[in-house]
């Protein structure tokens, strides 16, 4: 679960980020968090990875209190939580295989847990056939169902997907959002980050909408307001 | 970290090395140049503190035997002057020995032409382990009884000692210099390599890799390449110092430069260079990494 409870985040230099975010997103949920550049999204993300702390408020995930977590905690809560990129973010020295076979080496899989879970994994995205190739040998909707391969390895309970279509064709970026939708079928919470109106409102979900720093709409009528 | 990813760790490591081929060259590449410009000068010193002390060691100490003493008991007084401490060789002169090497020595002015033996005295021609000991040492000499007379050059001991305490503290002071300044220029070849792979850090970093799992190949890799380096440097060194001491050998103005052989030298050599190699490569590395790990 993630919650968030008056959260404000100010940087150094003076800005608001977040200005009082209040919401929550329940274990299994699909929701979509929307809004223009600069209203906040980015830094409600790096809230839930642990890459930032609150400047006040209250951050929870998966039973992770953000405000108070440990450094050597963090890789803990990560593990909980996979993250999509728009760029990918793959490792284009590793095949398609080690790209996925590395994140549960990190958290200390055993070689034949690895060689059980990772074809299943790729066959999952349907990348089963390019276990061999690298990063770079794919095309865009290839490489983005692998960044997805890899975050969902470890089994997270969330995945955030930040802006996962956005260097994709109209095409494959529905056929990435349905495979997010046939994960979080699975059980798997999902909160993906996007300015795509259009997706949006085919997958009709809930949609929080954020401005300023503020959330300015949260509703499951699927609609994109802001 | 769990046991059973060690091995692949270590593996990670290694093939890092051929991943990214051209860092790693860079990296062997300057640690060997700084390991052979440190090498080099050491030894440089080294020899030269050696050549010092061997001339320094040509002072010698005249001791003067108590004209009164037969010839055998004169004699006798060498294994006294032996067991003394410091003194290195204690060579004994008769005094017609004396008078031979005055008279050649002064054979054109013909000074000692005609003068009797008898009006010299036995003496010892003594060489000390160190001179800076000299006053103490002859002080121990004097106190032994048929010694009538010492003649010895305090001042050009004093000037030797000096020369060698300057020369001694002028090598440490380079030597360091030279290390750390090749520290951080290794250090920064480390980090441009690490920068090279910020992005395959922050992966790791995101899907929830601890910082020891990220670290370690990392830490293999500057381990491997520092001794790498280290190995190739001293194999340099080694060449380097023999081909130019046996060119300085073979020239005859120059044989005053007696150099001490590689050999001798092979182990202080080697643990110097492997210490300085995996130094460089685990601390470059590690202290490298931090930066980036802050994500």
Known sequence: ????????????????ALRGVSMQIEDGEFAFLVGPSGSGKSTIIKLITGELKPTS?????????????????IPYLRRTVGVVFQDFRLIESKTV???????????????????????????????????????????????????IARALVNNPSTIIADEPTGNLDPDRSLEIMSLLQEINNLGTTMLVVTHEKDLVER???????????????????????? | MKINNLGYLMKEG????????????????????CLLIVGTFSSLMYNLNIIVEDLNKTNEIVVYVDETLSDAEARSIGTQLNRIENVHNCVFVSREEALENFVADYAERGTFNGVDASYLRHRFVVTLEDNHLMEDTTAAIRSVSGVADISAAYELAEGFSALQDILRLASIVIIVVLLVVSLLIISNTVKLAMYDRR?????????????????????VEGFVLGMLGAGLAFLLEWLMYDALSSRIAAIDTLKLFNFVP??????????????????????????????????
């Open chain 1, 57 to 73: 408020g209250m951050v929870h995930v998966n039973g992770y209190s953000l405000e108070r977590i440990r450094k050597r905690e």
């Open chain 1, 1 to 16: 679960m993630i919650e968030f409870t008056n959260v404000v985040k100010s940087y150094s230099v003076g800005t608001h």
């Open chain 2, 14 to 33: 290694i093939r890092g090395i051929f991943l990214h081929g051209f860092m790693s060259f860079a990296a062997v590449c300057v640690t060997v140049a």
């Open chain 2, 199 to 219: 992005d395959e850090i922050a992966v790791m970093k995101m899907v929830g890799a601890t910082n020891s799992f990220i670290r370690l190949p990392f830490v």
């Open chain 1, 97 to 147: 295989y080690e790209n996925v076979a590395f994140v549960m080496r990190a958290i200390g899989a055993g070689t034949k847990e690895i060689r059980d879970r990772v074809p299943y994994i790729l066959e999952l995205v349907g990348l089963e056939t390019k276990s061999r190739r690298h990063p770079t040998e794919l095309s865009g909707g290839e490489q983005q169902r692998l960044a």
């Open chain 2, 262 to 295: 590689f050999r001798e030298m092979v182990w202080p050599m080697v643990a110097t260079f492997a210490a300085a190699g995996i130094f460089v490569g685990i601390v470059g590395s590690w202290t490298s990494i931090r930066k980036f790990m802050d994500v």
């Open chain 1, 203 to 226: 997958f009709s979900k809930r949609v929080i909408a954020i401005n300023e720093g503020l959330v300015v709409h949260d509703g499951m009528d699927g609609y994109y307001r802001i």
